[in-house]
């Protein structure tokens, strides 16, 4: 129950939702030319960008086209290598750093000659930034390819990066179309909103990711929390843990695509690590008991989660039936039978048969087996020597049976 799969997460966090160095350098550059000197630069080029603006490419293309453009782009990027977009990136990078510094010599040693080329260097520095920002998503989505992260969230991503690659390609067309500063800014302002949303929506995919695994950590920390309960272990201090856990990823939720979500996953990954380290003193204390012979009785595990009905029957050393609804079981082989904030916790041991309707949370240690009608899962371990099978979902009825005669 390591959760290793968090640091390269943080860091595709962190990539996705830092401030990148050249975002000042669109507000840099449009003031480089002052607004006297932009009217003159416009009246000198006016007859120059009149013919080209007639003789210009129509860059727009139909929803049918850009879709298949669009599946095109996802199929390159989920073929990229982190170290050929890196080297790609820094290229692009190293070029853009040139541009800019010539830019800026320019700017104060020319200000008064070649007006007519002052529209065309601003140009070119904002179609350099795209390239860069090109093969900057081009390096995020080679590191994506080498994460951890589930199937569908890559593909997601890389349909997102690949729709905004289109964009900005678009946008090149229309920075080498635009015939005076005030079209050139109103472009500039376009990719602003767009590499806003991007940066925003990327955050959004990760994080959700992030708290889908906490929370299937936290279901795997309660089963083992059951299997204690069920072998009469004293779990109060683990309970304690499971709440604020509980509170903490009710808060990463609530924190999702935002910058403060950084913060609280350190927080919930430190009461995780606790919870754990407390769980492994429990089990040292107890050693022998889970998975083993216990009490003379066969020693198999059967797990549930089940909203419906169900019913249980063997020879059992520990069994824990907790939740919401109905439950008969013979009175001889309960052990304790309470009720904590509105849900009913009953331990149980010896040959029995019980059976219930609604909403509960199942363990069964030994051998027998264990019917279900409804809506859940369950896992299994059928002997000792066997390990823990995973989560089968469950829909419909299932029938499982578990333990070995020796």
Known sequence: MRVVWLVPLLLLCIAASAAQPWSE????????????????????????????????????????????????????????????????????????SEVSKNMSEWAKERAGEMKERAFEIRKQYYLTWIVMVEKW?????????????????????AERLAETFEKLEEFKSKINESDSPEDLSGVVAEIRKVWRDLRYELRASVHSYAVEKFRHLYERLEQVRDR?????????????????????????????????????I???????????EKVKEIVREREGILGAKVLGYESGIAYAKVKGSFMLSGNFSHVLIKGEGNVTLPEENIVTKVERDGE???????QLTASGD???????????????????????KPSPKEPMGNETELSGTESVQFGVIE
């Open 228 to 264: 204690l309960e069920a072998q009469g272990v004293d779990t109060s201090e683990l309970d304690e843990m499971l709440s604020d856990i509980n509170d903490t990823i009710e808060d990463l939720e609530e924190a999702v695509g935002t910058l403060e979500f950084e913060d609280k």
């Open 137 to 157: 998503i081009e390096k995020l989505q080679a590191g994506v390819n080498g994460l951890s992260l589930a199937s569908d969230v890559k593909e997601k991503i």
């Open 344 to 350: 009913l916790h009953i331990v149980a041991r010896g």
């Open 25 to 96: 350098g669109l507000d840099d550059a449009k003031n480089v030319i002052s607004d006297s000197e932009a009217d003159k630069v416009d009246e000198c080029a006016s007859e120059v960008f009149k013919n080209f603006k007639e003789n210009s490419t129509d860059v727009r293309r139909d929803l049918k086209d850009v879709r298949k453009d669009i599946e095109g782009r996802v199929k390159e990027f989920q073929k990229l290598k982190r170290g050929e977009a890196n080297e790609e990136w820094e290229k692009a990078r190293e070029e853009y």
């Open 266 to 276: 350190k927080e919930a990954r430190d009461l995780f690590a606790e919870a754990f």
């Open 358 to 380: 609604g909403e509960f949370r199942i363990i069964a240690i030994g051998k027998g087996t264990l019917d279900l009608s409804g809506e859940g899962y369950y896992r299994v």
